[in-house]
């Protein structure tokens, strides 16, 4: 479900709510100027004034708010690396395209279609959308490989699923658009396999 990108206060709010919209207020600003992989629940804490309990009481792991803070407040990251990951190597492909597209499917893309228009119009949220494909989810699965090339296998794979999302919810292409994810998964996980373990020859 779709949860509005937090904005400057109106008004008078819960004091619970006050203290959750400062933590996502400060989680943007940790992930934008540090990036994902340098930014903790600790130094977010200290940015919103807060301890980190309070933090992990709205949100779980750093994965959670950084979903959270780009409004996407259902979706759990390490739960679709643990899927993924878990199974035969040589299925590794299929298993994540079904995976997230099982994710976007459960409303038909409406969520997708919220919240992916709210994050291109905004220049930072922009620079966090390839820190939640790339750090949250598929740079778990690359670096458990142990392959040469991870950084051009997680971007070729991300572009991979980015335009399976594109042609999916936001410009349905048929018969693609109503396929199942099995389906889907079963077609363009071969590729994606090839992007995460086969031969890069150039």
């Known amino acids: 479900m779709a949860e509005p990108v937090p904005t400057p206060r109106r008004g008078r709010r819960p004091a619970g709510q006050d203290t959750r919209a400062d933590i996502l207020a400060a989680a943007r600003e940790e992930f934008v ?105 598929l740079g778990p699965l690359v670096r458990a490989l142990d392959v040469s090339d991870a950084p051009l296998r997680t971007a070729l794979v991300a572009s991979q699923m980015a335009g399976l999302m594109m042609t999916r919810f936001l410009v349905p292409v048929e018969p693609l658009a109503s396929l199942s994810p099995a389906d889907v998964a079963a077609l363009a996980g071969p590729t994606v396999q090839r992007y995460l373990t086969g031969d890069l020859a150039r």
């Open 33 to 137: 100027e540090r990036g994902y992989e340098a930014t903790s629940v600790r130094s977010v804490a200290r940015r919103a004034g807060v301890d980190p309990g309070s933090v992990r009481h709205w949100f779980p792991d750093k994965a959670r708010l950084l979903t959270a803070t780009l409004g996407v407040v259902e979706i759990e990251p390490d739960k679709i690396v643990q899927q993924v990951a878990s199974g035969p190597l040589d299925s590794l492909g299929e298993r994540l395209v079904e995976a997230v597209l099982s994710v976007w499917d459960h409303d038909r893309g409406e969520t997708v279609r919220m919240v992916v228009p709210a994050v291109m119009a905004d220049a930072e949220l922009r620079r966090l959308l390839p820190q939640f494909i790339g750090a949250a989810i």
